[in-house]
């Protein structure tokens, strides 16, 4: 089955600064890769998503790139806010069967 | 998300203890799902559900079973509890046409 690997589990920046998150997969099936942004006592919400037909996707701050050929893909947060500290978690998907990265967790330091 | 809802949000049992959770959404989703979230591992799938009719085993179906008694619950039991099932639980739906999934709250579950 799937497996997904995501680095680095802790990450820490200062306010403003950019924060790169790394996901690889194996299963080169997989056509939907999504990012999660999990807060305390809550569950994970969708962020951003990329599908295996495009290669980079925008929105606002956040930008994800997937490189099918390499199977990673990477979460990109720009002018990083104290806001933004949270688990973040990245993950593959074929025909509904999500697999999970084991989370990142980002601390934006004001 | 407030459309998707978990009871109860904690709960502390003993080995053995039969557990049931459950799980209730109004975004008229067909898909829904069960996953247990453990610290360093990430959020696992447990099964999945694409209608009333369907059950599916995820990643780690072992020691649970499921229940989709209307498009609208899925419920996660836990026959015989046993400590290393001590885990954050949550729920999700999904809609057919999108891969988006919403996820619930979350239910503590510790087992003693």
């Known amino acids: 089955g799937e497996n997904v690997e995501q680095h680095p589990s802790t990450l820490s920046v200062q306010e403003g600064d950019s924060a790169v998150i790394k996901c690889t997969y194996s299963?080169?099936?997989?056509?939907?890769f999504p990012w999660y942004k999990q807060e305390l006592g809550k569950g994970p919400q969708l962020i951003i998503d990329i599908r295996s037909n495009v290669g980079e996707k925008k929105d606002q701050r956040i930008a994800v790139t997937l490189n099918k050929t390499a199977k990673h893909f990477s979460l990109h947060i720009t002018e990083t806010q104290p806001e933004d500290s949270a688990v973040y978690f990245c993950?593959?998907?074929?025909?509904?069967?999500?697999?999970f990265g084991a989370g990142t967790r980002l601390t934006v330091k004001p | 998300d407030a459309d998707v809802t978990q009871t109860p949000r904690n709960r502390i049992t003993k080995t053995g203890k039969r557990i049931m959770l459950e799980c209730s959404q109004t975004k008229g989703h067909d898909r829904m799902y069960w996953y247990r979230q453990d610290p360093g591992l990430g959020l696992r799938l447990i099964y999945y559900s694409f209608d009333v009719k369907d059950i599916n085993k995820g990643e780690i179906s072992d020691g649970y079973s499921v229940s989709r008694q209307a498009q609208a619950k899925f419920s996660l039991s836990l026959e015989s509890a046993i400590p290393n099932q001590t885990a954050l639980y949550f729920c999700?739906?999904?809609?057919?046409?999108?891969?988006?999934?919403?996820f619930g709250p979350g239910t503590r579950l510790t087992v003693l």
């Open positions: 993950a593959a998907s074929m025909m509904g069967d999500m697999r």
């Open positions: 999700a739906t999904s809609d057919p046409g999108q891969n988006e999934q919403f």
């Open positions: 299963d080169s099936a997989s056509n939907y």
